[in-house]
């Protein structure tokens, strides 16, 4: 929609943004910014419904350009999630009009809510600022000379309010980092190497303040990656663990979380091939760590907390050649765990296992937060509504929870049982990475991670694979890449 939208620090803006409720006309303190009346008559309009992300124009003779008036819904069920869609219609309408600055002015109608609505202002002005900063997503790297290219304007955002202002700038940088999340997922396996996204990390570090530490080779031997080292073995495209460090200024000595993320360049199933349509969109398999590489540029460059935040990408791209690993292959861990390969298509947990043990092992973490395209069985269980968590660690998953409800990337806890790591018994090894029965696969993928946890460690494990893309052209998205999990690792963040 927009080439950058950017929080303005001086000069006016020719469109005014102004909101109501369902049914509602507009409140005093908005009116007063159109003396004109035209604002305050489009809001009586019959098509201004005042439904979430309904918007009318109206044309001021004098003052701004252009009013837009948007609904927030319905008073008694508001919320910071309806802002953020009022927020991306504002967007859309804005792009349409070809609008260059915008006057955002819609905390008026919400400062009107009464004390008993409990509203947080700055809850909702980040989520303003993240719909507007989403909406303005697009991908036209690729589009060569049989393409004329659209032309893009920067969007320069507005606002008199200094409270609401901060908000706006802090969910502009989420929308940021999970913008570039849907960028590295956008970018087609034949660019997004392993060794791409470790020279992406290594610039996007360097920006944004983190250290960046990339293990390949002989040091993925040295550290016993067994996971990444396997998986990764039929590619030219050679497997790597990434490592990005948040440092914060205070608070530096206490334990950091760390989040561990599933990046798959390409998942072609290995020998156990894809088939059918199964194999396309596969490039999408990194969006685990996509999601964890956004998180850590929101993280270091809006969140800020005072605890440590280490975050691990594990790379690889899931290939087919003499080289590769096969079904039936036995292979052992860092921690002593051997696994017989019954599947070469449930490689995402392989290159977790690494991650986790190393976690456990060598970072002293806080807390474990995987996040993974790990299986279609979740898309089957949720659908596109929610991601899979698995979380035994009361207060993580209370922060957790608070997370989703902040992003609006909604997670919904599925169980780990005995049972169900039992299910991953070997009769050769100690476990296989795919029982041989189709039952509860999304949560034979977490019991299987559960072998590389250790006990006392709070861990959660997050199944994306439902909700990491869209087909729809609806609300903060476009069809394509959702970035979930970037704004949700960041608020999670936030929270410890
Ligand atoms: N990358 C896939 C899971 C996936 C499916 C992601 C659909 C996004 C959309 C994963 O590596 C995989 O192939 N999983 C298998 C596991 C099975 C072989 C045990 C699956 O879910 O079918
Ligand atoms: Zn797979
Ligand atoms: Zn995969």
Redesign the pocket.
């Known amino acids: 929609m927009f080439d950058a939208v950017q929080l303005a620090t001086r000069g006016s803006a020719r469109v005014l943004v102004l909101a109501h409720f369902k049914g509602e006309k507009l409140d005093p303190d908005s009116r007063k910014l159109d003396p004109t009346g035209h604002a305050a008559c489009a809001a009586e309009r019959p098509e201004a419904t005042g439904e979430t992300g309904t918007v009318v124009d109206a044309f001021p003779e004098k003052g701004h350009d252009r009013v837009l008036v948007v609904g927030l819904g319905e008073k008694d069920d508001f919320s910071p999630a309806a802002v953020r869609s009022a927020a991306a219609a504002v967007g859309r309408a804005l792009a349409k009009a070809k609008a260059d600055s915008a006057e955002i002015a819609i905390h008026h109608a919400i400062a009107r809510l009464p004390k008993s609505a409990k509203v947080d202002m700055h809850a909702c002005a980040s989520a303003a600022g993240e719909g507007l900063g989403m909406i303005a997503w697009n991908y036209d790297t690729l589009r060569g000379s049989a393409t004329t290219k659209k032309d893009r304007t920067k969007l320069s955002v507005h606002c008199d309010d200094a409270k609401f202002r901060a908000g706006l700038s802090r969910g502009l940088g989420l929308a940021e980092g999970t913008n570039i999340a849907r960028t590295l997922s956008q970018t087609p396996p034949n660019i997004a190497t392993p060794a791409y996204l470790a020279s992406e990390a290594k610039k996007m570090a360097r920006k944004a303040g983190l250290k960046c530490t990339v293990y390949q080779g002989k040091q993925l031997e040295d550290h016993k990656f067994t996971g990444l080292i396997n998986v990764g073995k039929a590619s030219e495209n050679k497997p790597c663990m990434i490592r990005l460090e948040y440092t914060p200024a205070r608070g530096k000595s206490k334990d950091p979380l760390v989040l561990v993320g599933k990046t ?1 360049t390409y ?1 072609s ?1 290995g020998l ?1 091939i ?1 088939v059918g349509g ?1 194999m396309k ?2 490039k ?2 990194k969006d685990g760590g996509c999601a964890v590489f956004g998180a850590m540029h929101a993280i270091a460059t809006t969140i800020k907390p005072n605890r440590p935040v280490v975050a691990l990408l594990m790379c690889a791209e ?1 290939s087919i050649s003499d080289e590769a690993y096969r079904p039936d292959d036995v292979i052992e861990f860092r921690n002593g765990v051997t696994v017989e390969v019954t ?1 070469t ?4 947990r392989l290159v977790l296992a690494d991650g986790l043990t190393w976690a456990c092992a060598k970072e002293s973490p806080a807390a474990i937060i995987d996040m993974a ?5 979740v ?1 089957v269980a949720l659908g596109s509504v929610y991601a899979g968590m698995w979380c035994d660690d009361d207060d993580l998953r209370a922060k957790l929870d608070q997370a989703a409800d902040a992003s609006d990337e909604r997670v919904w806890r599925l169980p780990h049982h005995a049972e169900y790591r039992s299910m991953m018994k070997s009769p050769i090894a100690d476990i296989v ?3 041989p029965v189709r039952e509860a ?2 949560i ?2 977490a019991a299987f991670l559960s072998y590389f946890v250790e006990k006392n460690i709070p861990w959660a494990h997050i199944d994306i ?2 909700t ?1 893309a869209t087909d729809k052209d609806k609300g903060c998205f476009i069809p394509g890449p959702t970035g979930f999990g970037a704004r949700l690792l960041a608020e999670a963040v936030e929270r410890f």
């Open positions: 798959m998942d199933g156990s894809k199964g969109g596969m999408r398999d899931n599947n298509d449930a490689e995402g395209t790990l299986t279609g069985g898309v990475n795919s029982a696969h999304p034979q993928g694979a439902g990491h």
